[in-house]
């Protein structure tokens, strides 16, 4: 019964409550078996980030001042987790990572053993549903000097950060840890920080209130490699975006190439990524006019991917941005880590 009554009440208000009960009440009146899938996601989205330990010990201090033995309390645990682990209810509460927050590319969705280009600004971005809140250790492996460095900021006056953060730069390991923790009732998250020089890391995550990391991923900082790939200003159907300064502000309605040749000697797999942040604009290209590239397009016109995959190849393709937007563009290998070797931000 305790079980039970654990698993109804999660972390649910009593509004919440009395509509989920009377939800389940009408759908087990006639065979006493819970069917309805959204009541059982309810119950288990709760259930899976319920801190047991605090739920004991809020009931032992209840118990004390009553005057109970806290030794009669049944083991109530046991069966919350053979729920959590066996439910046949699917979980639907997810906390995304995105690969690009304001200022960068996100720690947080960085692949396995990444190498990302330094000096650069970066982002930690999180996107939760409400109540849910992520801690987030970025772990320093290697020494400090010879110009590695790495530092957070705080927001000039006006500005409010969404995450509680502390900072520690000596302690008994030699390794250096920030960690950010979401502020109570924020959904999007995001923070900056800064890499220099070279050096390796790794970032745990922690959802919600979870002891152990529910990822981590090793990462290492260097100046970006010459892979050899050659870019021109111009090509043949405008300006070549690979060629315009981060932050440029770009002409809606103008044509502008997207030419690079990939180096002959070296088999590089590369993948472009311009994706929409903000404002409702789109983007188009003509499929007749595309060269060597392997383009593809969202159906809401978005998000954009191409890739290319031979040695020594010259490719090209016009593309147009229509109406007023922001977004990311990143070119990234497609083996080893997926390592970025270009990361700006435009405006149009």
């Known amino acids: ?37 959204i009541c059982g996601s309810n119950l288990i989205n709760h259930a899976k980030h319920l801190n047991l330990k605090e739920i004991r010990s809020n009931i032992e201090s209840k118990y004390f001042t009553i005057g109970e ?24 509460l997810r906390i995304e990572y995105p690969r690009s927050g304001k200022y960068g ?17 970066y982002s930690i971005k999180a996107i939760m549903p409400e109540g849910f809140k992520v801690r987030t250790r970025v772990i320093r492996l290697s020494p400090m000097g010879n110009g590695s460095n790495w530092f957070y900021t705080t ?41 220099e020089g070279k050096g390796n890391g790794k970032v745990e995550i922690y959802e ?16 970006p490699k010459n892979l050899g790939i050659m870019y021109r200003p111009t090509a043949k159907y405008g300006e070549n975006l690979f060629m315009k300064n981060d932050s440029s502000i770009l002409e809606s309605g103008i044509t502008y190439s997207l030419a690079l040749t990939t180096p002959a000697d070296l088999n590089l797999k590369l993948e472009l990524w311009i994706m929409r942040q903000s404002g409702s604009g789109t983007m188009s290209f003509d499929k007749n006019l595309v060269i060597n590239w392997s383009p593809y397009l969202s159906e809401e016109k978005n998000a ?9 190849t010259h490719v090209d393709m016009p593309i147009v941005f229509s109406g007023t937007g922001e977004c990311t563009f990143e070119l990234r290998q497609r083996e080893g880590g997926g390592s970025s070797i270009m990361f700006k931000h435009f405006k149009w």
């Open 105 to 121: 590319i996100s720690l947080l969705s960085l692949q396995d053993q990444e190498i990302i280009a330094s000096p650069a600004i």
């Open 208 to 223: 919600n209130d979870s002891e152990r990391p529910t990822r981590t991923t090793n990462f290492s900082w260097d100046v």
């Open 304 to 312: 954009f991917n191409a890739t290319v995959e031979t040695p020594g």
């Open 1 to 37: 019964m305790l079980a039970s009554s654990v698993i109804l009440q999660g972390k649910r208000n009593i509004a919440e409550l009395s509509e989920l009960l009377s939800k389940i009440s009408l759908d087990i009146r006639e065979d006493g078996i819970l069917n309805d899938s």
């Open 69 to 92: 033995k806290t030794d009669t309390i049944p083991d109530f645990e046991s069966i919350v987790n053979n729920f959590v682990e066996k439910t046949a209810f699917n979980y639907t």
């Open 155 to 195: 927001f000039p006056a006006g500005e409010v950060s969404t995450y509680e953060m502390t900072f520690n730069q000596h302690n008994p390991q030699g390794i250096g840890i920030m960690e950010f923790t979401t502020k109570n009732n924020v959904t999007d998250a995001d923070h900056i920080l800064f890499f």
